[in-house]
């Protein structure tokens, strides 16, 4: 589904990238983990196409077409999700109008026509059952005044409405306690499938407990250092990152 | 490709006006020039009574003792009063049985416009009264309106067909001699709408007229007049597009508004002038005259959406003279390119226990200025009176700006007045947020402005509110794909 080939990445002149190598295939799990500032936010970011980053070398391939001069909402309607760490406010747009906007943006790349309203209502019902949504969050501003834990099962909500093939979680449990941690991996878990990928972005294996990886990759300075098994990232919680950090150097 | 601010802002500076067209239909047109002889000859015209005549006369000379205001926070080359061609009728004069009987051309304009009669008369009970270059060429509904009582036609035939109501209300709220652009409206008014709904009765469907300027270089001076009796309730809506024109072209309209012990008025107006082109050429000046009176237990509430014009100089105000009167403002006023916006309102509290609200949203796109100008007054014998003031703006791009202009006047300690404002910026974030979703980055402007409007959209009746909502992003979207 995706593959990553040698991706160099810079912003501000910086380079933060420095060749990273990935094969996502559909059904999997992948898990990134690495520690501040090891460019794991960056590589999201660049797979969703933000232009602040510049790619100076190396290729993202969805589905064998190179993103390069795709847009973000082109990337999007290719299947693209990235559930933001830091989900930003639309003051008087709500969920619901934000998801129909989207949902029908999609289509109409398609060539599709809207979805008529009486499916879209069927699809918010399913889809805020299934996570646990109470339906008058829907109608509230996009993110305006939600808790923390809120703002990100918002980002999971709209990933069951968008159906994405390849879905980026940046740091989706940075800021939930225990209980919204578990109502948010409870979510992406039913959102797994044999047909979608999922790309696991966090500091801490505390998270890969209840999203269970199928690989986890270890990024520092801007490259895959080493790969495994969820095992890897049993390993990394007991010994640190310090210890890759030597390795590396070694 | 996804954009940054420089080029969004170079899309928001290059859309055209959507509705650039003109309909060629022959025109009786006056000479160009301004006198005391033109000033009678437009009341001839019309075959208006004597008192209108010197009415109109009186205002003239008022006005040629006046000077154009130079007060508000716009630039622009002052219009050349002798150079206007102050009437203007189309010429296939006479009332229409029924639409088949009406020019073609004409319906094919209104067409254009998404008003086509047709529509409008099977869309939920709207009875337009449509004024083309100054005389009204259709009315519709109004039977069922004369069943009620209430009286719905052009300013030109209630002076004929209403003259007691006429003389006695207009210019009441707004004199001959209140301003430059009043006093020559007052001389030189084309025509324009005249509504009176009768005590207690509440309007079945909202009123609606649609103004558009057509003929080259011919200003446009409407007169509304609007009165409410006891305990009735209108709802008046008010829409405007013009064709694409390379000069300058003036309006400048007075509306009053009357609201008796215990009426409500909401009037709504959509306002979209040609606004220029990107480069500032051309677009329509719009200097105009808004008040209402209420009386005790009245209501008036306006609500404006403001895309047009090149300047726009236009503050809707509210006198609550009677006690427990009520007076709301709702505004939502872009400006784009050159645009020049100065507006606002005037919250006059006379009575005891009145209250106003002023909610104004300014979104300021290319090298444009928005001003928001208002003016909260309490008179030593309004006790208890409150006001609500909410001034809230939103910028694209680095080049426009936005001004607030708050005046408060207290003479009375028991006043309660507040007054919120916010500004901020379209994020390249929220722009990244939205792309990401699917959304590109037109949509996300149109999506994040018509949130940012809301609260003043929400106050517009459904129909209103969906062409409003249109004619932001019409008004502010690129020219994206």
Redesign the interface.
């Known amino acids: 589904m995706l593959k990553i080939n040698e991706l160099h990445a810079r912003v501000e002149e910086k380079d933060i990238l420095k060749g990273i190598n990935l094969e996502v295939n559909a059904g999997e799990v992948h898990a990134i983990m690495g520690p501040n500032g090891s460019g794991k936010s960056t590589l999201a970011s660049v797979i969703?196409?933000?232009?602040?980053f510049e790619v100076t070398k190396g290729s993202v391939v969805l589905n064998g077409e190179d993103l390069e001069?795709a847009?973000?909402?082109e990337?999007?309607?290719k299947g693209?999700?990235?559930s933001?760490q830091y989900?930003?406010e639309?003051?008087?747009?709500s969920v619901t109008?934000?998801m129909k906007?989207?949902?029908n943006?999609?289509r109409k790349?398609r060539g599709l026509k809207d979805m008529p309203a009486n499916e879209m209502l069927k699809l918010i019902r399913e889809k805020s059952e299934m996570l646990e949504i109470d339906r008058r969050f829907l109608s509230r501003?996009?993110n305006e005044g939600f808790s923390g834990g809120e703002k990100k099962r918002n980002e999971i909500f709209?990933m069951a409405m968008?159906e994405p093939k390849l879905a980026i979680l940046d740091e989706t449990d940075s800021g939930l306690d225990i209980d919204a941690l578990r109502i948010v991996a409870n979510g992406v878990n039913k959102l797994r499938s044999k047909d979608n990928a999922i790309i696991v972005i966090t500091h801490y294996q505390r998270l890969l407990e209840y999203i269970v990886p199928d690989f986890v990759h270890v990024l520092h300075n801007g490259k895959i250092v080493k790969s495994g098994g969820k095992e890897l990232a049993l390993e990394l919680e007991e010994k640190g990152y310090d210890w890759i950090k030597n390795e590396a150097v070694v | 490709m996804a954009y940054t601010e420089e080029e969004l802002k170079k899309e928001l500076e290059t859309k055209e006006y959507e509705y650039g067209f003109y309909t060629d239909i022959e025109s009786d047109t006056f000479p160009v020039g301004l006198n005391e002889d033109i000033v009678v000859a437009i009341s001839k015209k019309k075959s208006e009574p004597k008192w209108m005549t010197d009415w109109r006369l009186e205002a003239f000379r008022h006005w040629q003792a006046m000077e154009e205001p130079e007060w508000a926070n716009v630039t622009y080359a002052k219009p050349d009063f002798q150079a206007i061609s102050y009437y203007s009728a189309p010429n296939s004069k006479p009332k229409y049985e029924s639409l088949d009987e009406v020019d073609p051309e004409l319906l094919d304009t209104f067409k254009k416009l998404g008003i086509s009669l047709d529509e409008q008369k099977k869309l939920a009970g709207v009875a337009v009264d449509i004024v083309m270059d100054s005389v009204s060429v259709a009315t519709t509904f109004k039977k069922t309106l004369a069943e009620k009582g209430i009286i719905f036609c052009s300013i030109s035939e209630a002076i004929k067909e209403h003259p007691e109501l006429v003389k006695k209300y207009i210019g009441s709220v707004v004199p001959q001699k209140d301003n430059f652009y009043a006093a020559l409206n007052s001389a030189v008014f084309s025509d324009g709408s005249f509504c009176y709904i009768p005590k207690g009765v509440r309007c079945p469907m909202e009123l609606s007229t649609y103004f558009r300027i057509n003929q080259a270089g011919t200003g446009q001076f409407e007169r509304t007049l609007v009165i409410a009796d006891e305990g009735s309730y209108v709802s008046y809506l008010e829409g405007c597009t013009a064709p694409s024109r390379d000069e300058n072209q003036l309006h400048a309209a007075v509306v009053e508004l009357i609201a008796l012990d215990d009426a409500e008025i909401k009037y709504s107006t959509v306002q979209n002038w040609f606004p220029g082109d990107k480069e500032g050429k051309g677009g329509v000046f719009n200097f105009v005259t808004k008040r209402g009176i209420c009386e005790k237990n009245a209501k008036i509430s306006w609500t404006q959406v403001e895309t047009g014009s090149a300047v726009t100089w236009k503050y809707p105000s509210c006198i609550l003279k009677g006690d427990n009167a009520i007076g709301e403002f709702y505004s939502i006023a872009v400006t784009n390119n050159y645009q020049q916006a100065d507006t606002g309102t005037k919250m006059v509290h006379l009575g005891k226990n009145t209250r106003s609200t002023i909610i104004s949203k300014g979104i300021s796109a290319g090298k444009s200025q928005n001003s928001y100008r208002g003016l909260v007054q309490v008179n030593s014998r309004a006790e208890n009176a409150r006001n609500f003031s909410q001034c809230d703006s939103l910028l694209m791009g680095n080049a426009c700006g936005a001004h607030t202009f708050p005046y408060i006047e207290v003479k009375n300690k028991t006043a309660q007045i507040e007054h919120e404002a916010t500004t901020s910026k379209i994020g390249e974030d929220q722009i990244f947020y939205c792309n990401q979703r699917g959304i590109d980055t037109e949509k996300a402007i149109a999506l994040i402005v018509n949130g940012f409007s809301k609260e003043v959209l929400n106050k517009l009746p459904m129909e209103f509110a969906v062409e409003a909502q249109k004619l932001l992003e019409i008004s502010l979207e690129g020219s994206v794909g």
């Open positions: 969703a196409g933000k232009e602040e001069d847009a973000p909402e990337r999007a309607h693209v999700f990235l933001f989900p930003v639309i003051p008087g747009v109008n934000f906007t989207a949902i943006e999609s790349a501003s996009l709209q968008l």
